[in-house]
């Protein structure tokens, strides 16, 4: 049987679908940075390169939402256990599935000379299962390998799988693999958008952001687990429930309660209160809910006096309002520590309030380097994140004070940092 079997030789293509055109966009992006393409690429094996598939004429509506992984040598076998492996160990748990373009396989300019290449190369009397994309195609080509081509369909477990797959602008590769290779050849959709097991869908959010984190420096990352976090805006506590996994205490900064689910895990712990300028504007008195901070820490058996190792805050607020909110935190979070800020750009105005490098500008030099902003394959169309680490800055003073884009951060969305296109 032609292509039967999996051959580990290469390079081969990878098409990989996703739910929209803008996620497509987004794996290519992280991709093509440095720092962040472990997220998407954890080596060299797994794809050299990246194309968002288009057309001309291509609207939203009728947009492919197709990455093409170029330059792929890895097993089959190895690639596929990647992408479909835990949601916390890659961000393409947002893909619908794959289809293995193996050079062990046959392109057909056309797919009536694919069907013409199958009549005369592939075995009349093997059981076989289709595999096909487009998806909707299948109904339409059925007939055709059964009637016209003469191929003995099957749907059971034992049977051949025959993959056709017409990649727009390239042609059409069809490829056949044995039953026991065939979940190396294409992955179905169920499953794969699947978010995280969390309160809420922001818990997705948190998993990407700590993946970009543990991309850049998986030293730090590794260091930063033996201490406590800090989640600002948690609840109801999608945030606050990843983040008590992978550290040993957790205190959750928010007016409203956790759910009962995530209070009620070992190491959370909740201080009731607002941050930045609610606190104030509130009647509180930050020092004070600094103070419960700490002692909510020690409650979970953190070391009186130790820093927090990470700092999340999703915060429903503006990135204007962000910079006050981190004034107040980043004091409680230690030399290297990690920091993951949300900017959401919300309402009439979103388009126009200040980016990752604005942030960064309002919140005054030294608070914390190495600062990313992505645009995670989690975040709405009008959320950035910024993945940062604290700097040596320990006075609780501030003032603005300008930052140059360069030298403090750089973007992984396209643009500035910003929907708006500008710091």
């Not at 962040?36 to 797994?46: H, I, L, M, Q």
Request: glycine fraction near 12%.
């Amino acid at each position: 049987m032609g292509g039967a079997g999996v051959v580990r030789g290469g390079p081969y293509e990878v098409l990989v679908s996703t739910r929209n055109q803008e996620l497509a966009e987004r794996i290519k992006l992280l991709f093509d940075d440095a720092e962040t393409r472990p997220v998407v690429c954890p080596a060299a094996e797994f794809g050299s390169s990246m194309e968002v598939l288009t057309f001309p004429g291509m609207t939203r509506r009728t947009a492919l939402c197709l990455v093409l992984v170029k330059g792929v040598t890895a097993d089959p076998r190895e690639f596929a256990a990647w992408l479909t492996g835990p949601a916390e160990r890659t961000v393409l748990r947002h893909c619908k599935g794959f289809f293995v373009l193996h050079a062990a396989g046959t392109w057909c300019p056309t797919l009536e000379d694919a069907l013409n290449d199958i009549a005369a190369r592939y075995p009349k009397d093997v059981p076989t299962r289709l595999h096909c994309y487009p998806f909707a195609a299948r109904a339409a080509w059925l007939p055709k390998l059964a009637y016209d081509v003469g191929i003995t369909l099957s749907t059971l477990g034992d049977a051949a799988t025959l993959q056709i797959v017409e990649v727009p602008g390239r042609g059409v590769h069809w490829w056949a693999v044995r039953a026991a290779d065939a979940a190396c050849a294409w992955r179905p959709p169920v499953g794969f958008a699947a978010l995280p097991p969390g309160v809420s869908r922001a818990a997705a959010k948190v998993l990407d952001a700590l993946a970009v984190a543990d991309a850049i420096d998986p030293e730090a990352a590794r260091a930063a687990r033996d201490g406590w976090a800090i989640d600002v805006g948690a609840a109801p506590g999608a945030w606050t429930q990843h983040l008590a996994a992978r550290y040993k205490c957790v205190v959750a900064i928010d007016p409203s309660p956790l759910e009962d689910s995530v209070a009620a895990l070992p190491g959370v712990a909740q201080v009731r209160a607002m941050a930045g300028r609610g606190c104030q504007a509130s009647g509180g008195d930050w020092d004070e809910v600094r103070g419960r901070v700490l002692a909510a820490a020690a409650e979970g058996g953190v070391p009186g006096g130790s820093l927090a190792s990470c700092v999340a805050c999703d915060v429903n607020a503006v990135p204007n309002d962000v910079v006050s909110v981190l004034q107040h935190v980043l004091p409680l979070v230690r030399l290297g520590g990690l920091v993951v800020v949300t900017l959401k750009f919300l309402g009439r105005g979103a388009g126009h309030g200040i980016g990752a490098g604005g942030l960064l500008r309002g919140l005054g030099e030294g608070w914390v380097e190495r600062a990313k902003c992505v645009w995670l394959m989690s975040n709405t169309q009008r959320e950035r994140t910024m993945v940062a680490w604290r700097g040596e800055r320990t006075s609780a003073a501030w003032t603005p004070c300008g930052v140059p884009r360069s030298a403090a951060w750089t973007a992984v969305d396209g643009g500035e940092g910003s929907i708006a296109g500008g710091g």
